[in-house]
């Protein structure tokens, strides 16, 4: 289902609009700049979500959430250099309270698998992506979409190239490899703290280390491939500031000159949960990792 000489496509799935940018934007960026083809899937339309820039909290926004959440995903897109297609489900929205109140009908985590699956599907069929990008079973952080997100990744995984899987969804495609995207490990929250302290500057990052509990698993030990991509974390962050309505300009996302980012932390973190490459002790790097590994010798030469 490889054709020799193709040109490699990575799929990335998200939740919602900004998650694109918050997670592995600058990973994305590299590869559209060495010229493979990169596809943003974004499950929900954000429609829940709050408005976390003063700036952007205006009576005429919050009339137009989904016009402006589509909005800023279109610009963040378009500065990623990446195409963009919306799955087309409700955002769940992120229960609170004790006991937390249920999650409202229609929305994506309540949507029977079977339905984004299919949707997932058809889409993956039509780009044909080599290396899907997709959240652990945690979903990053304990969001239902989030969750829900993985769950869908996962099933779509394995139906795409089944061709008695949704017939009516298109030709079968069988991608080679999946990860998922580990973002904030402690280790990366320590070093940025370090490096900020040491540099004189305040940290932002002290408060979340205190609270931060031992207990629960830390992504980052999960991680099996290190992305290089400081040269691109400034195409993140103009993706992310496109994201209005979601991203503070003067918050704790843009406290570290990114000067400092790209000396302390260059890369993008992922674990890889699926390969049909034939993995070899050399393929995935810690240090200087390649989501194509294993792909490109398949897919770029005979």
């Known amino acids: 289902m490889v054709g020799v000489g193709d040109q490699l496509r990575l799929m990335t799935v998200h939740a919602h609009p900004d998650d694109e940018s918050s997670k592995g934007a600058a990973t994305c960026a590299r590869y559209v700049a ?20 003063p700036a952007m909290d205006r009576p005429e926004v919050l009339a137009d959430m989904v016009g402006v959440r589509r ?109 998922y995207s580990h973002g904030f490990s402690k280790a990366r929250i320590i070093a940025f703290h370090e490096a900020l302290i040491a540099a004189g500057l305040e940290s932002p990052w002290a408060e979340w280390l205190e609270n931060w509990k031992d207990d629960r698993p830390d992504p980052g030990t999960r991680v099996t491939t290190r992305v290089r991509c400081a040269e691109y974390f400034p195409v993140r962050d103009r993706a992310l500031l496109a994201h209005a309505t979601q991203i503070d300009p003067n918050g704790r996302w843009f406290s570290m000159p990114i000067e400092m980012q790209q000396q302390v932390w260059p890369t ?9 490459v034939g993995e070899q002790d050399d393929t995935e790097s810690l240090v200087d990792g390649d989501l194509f590994s294993g792909v490109r010798e398949r897919v770029l030469t005979s």
């Open 268 to 276: 993008e973190e992922y674990e890889l949960a699926r390969s049909l």
């Open 34 to 53: 060495e010229g493979a083809e990169v596809m943003v899937v974004t499950c929900t339309g954000g429609e829940a979500g709050s408005i976390l820039n």
């Open 71 to 179: 909005e800023e995903m279109r610009r963040a897109a378009e500065i990623l250099g990446v195409e963009h297609r919306w799955l087309g489900f409700v955002d769940s929205g992120l229960p609170e309270g004790d006991p937390k109140p249920p999650l409202p009908e229609g929305c994506f985590a309540l949507e029977p698998l079977e339905v984004p699956t299919e949707a997932l599907v058809r889409v993956m069929r039509e780009f044909r992506p080599h290396v899907v990008v997709t959240y652990d079973e945690n979903g990053g952080y304990p969001h239902p979409d989030h969750i829900r997100c993985h769950e869908v990744s996962m099933a779509a995984w394995e139906a795409c190239g089944d061709p008695d899987r949704f017939p009516e969804a298109g030709e079968p495609w069988q991608p080679l490899k999946l990860y």
